[in-house]
């Protein structure tokens, strides 16, 4: 008898491992299978599943504990930032000039962290970590979660999440085994320190691969395992399967004309989408590019009312708002609680499958659209010198200089080039082919086909 626990985080997680068909083959391959959810239950109602499904209890991290973890997180950035801008712009980010306990308490990590960074350092504060909420209420009710459930391997859907730390801990005390995966493209080079450590790790490819060895010391290569991502298995899944007429009909689009998707990030990181977009429009209006139809997709991970003036400016544009439901508030990560509907994967299929060209800015969306062989177009006019929030910056970071030195796209920097870039692409959208074909194949080592069924091979193997 081998028994799986699957703890799903967030609501991407719930889309990669639940909306795939990773489930389905666990469900093949295991004795049983049972959910640790961090979502509440009623969000699998809609979906066919034979495996038992567990409500974790929500872990709050209480002051205690944020400073250790905190401790452990910039302890990492702080080993790692020389020759890494991505992570030396994410420590600086960290930094608070907030005059409040917390506030404070990062300027002294800060301080304390430039001499206590070593891996040895960053265990000990894991440690610290733990001892800080090895007798929490939710630490006791996940020990007997368990007990109970007696699971061979407890595989966690996303590695960063602070909340599941106590319950890799409990599963260490438990001597159960753990595997993570690496929840995204940017997350090891870019991203603070995982939130506990795992026996296994499965990756998106041989150069994340590479990565996590590199930033994570204590970990070997024999305990790593390149399976691709179920991230964008729902691609090549019939039952997410539309037409060309579906999609034209759903968002009133006239078929006549080409269609340019700009897919938008979420405000914290993407807060020149409003001037891309308007580029764009105006480019319209002004006959600079042909007829074309303008899509824009909001991030699901926050409301679009920052677009409600660009909707009333510019009514030819037409919107795809995701069906992401907020499935609980409250949440010390509210937007982690957001669900996606199987509405929402078709039409995202949809809008990737028969969009003409993507604008948006250095987004994983990029590796989303060449997966369906369309071009893409990465806007960042912000710097240091024009005023503008400084997108540039993002350049330097190791995930996308990846996608700059393989020439998947093209990156403007100006209103001119943006223009320029999309006539080009409408007018030849075979331009830079390879370049996409081959950093699809850096990015994601294996094919989409299967993922699901590779993952829970992989899983089983590791009991």
Known sequence: MKKLGVVITDGVGFRNFIASDFLTEAEKRFDEVVILSCLPKEVYAAH?????????PVFQEKFKT?????????????LHQQHNFGIYDNLHSNFSQVKTARGSATRFIFKL????????????????????FKNHPVTIAYKQILETEQVDLLFFTHQRPPYVAPLVFMAERLKIKTAAFIFSWDNLASKGRMAANFDNYLVWSELMKTELLQFYAQVKAENISVVGTPQFEPYVLDRYKSTKEDFLKKFNLDGTKKTICFSCGDISTSKNDELYIETLAKAILNNELPAVNLLVRTSPAEDPIRFASMVEKFPFIKWNYPKWNLSRQGHQEEWSQRIPT???????????????LNVNMLSTMSLDFMQFEKPVI??????VENGLYNDQRFLEYKHIKHVVDSKASKVAKNEKELIDYC????????????????????QVSKPLHGTGER????????I
Do not use: M
């Not at 066919?48 to 974790?56: D, G, V």
């Not at 829970?456 to 193997?461: A, I, N, P, T």
């Open 48 to 56: 066919t599943l034979h495996s038992k499904i567990i409500e974790l």
């Open 66 to 78: 944020w400073f250790f973890r905190k401790c452990k997180e910039i302890a990492h950035l702080q």
């Open 113 to 132: 962290t430039t001499i206590f960074k070593s891996e040895k350092w960053i265990q000990r504060f894991n440690k610290l970590q733990q001892t800080s």
């Open 342 to 356: 199987t509405d929402d994967i078709v039409d995202l299929r949809s809008v990737l499958e028969y969009s003409d």
């Open 378 to 383: 990465n806007p960042v006019f912000g710097n």
């Open 423 to 442: 006539n080009l692409y409408l007018n030849d959208p075979t331009t830079d082919q390879l370049f996409r074909q081959n950093l699809l194949k850096l």
């Open 455 to 462: 993952i829970s091979k992989v899983l089983f193997e590791w």
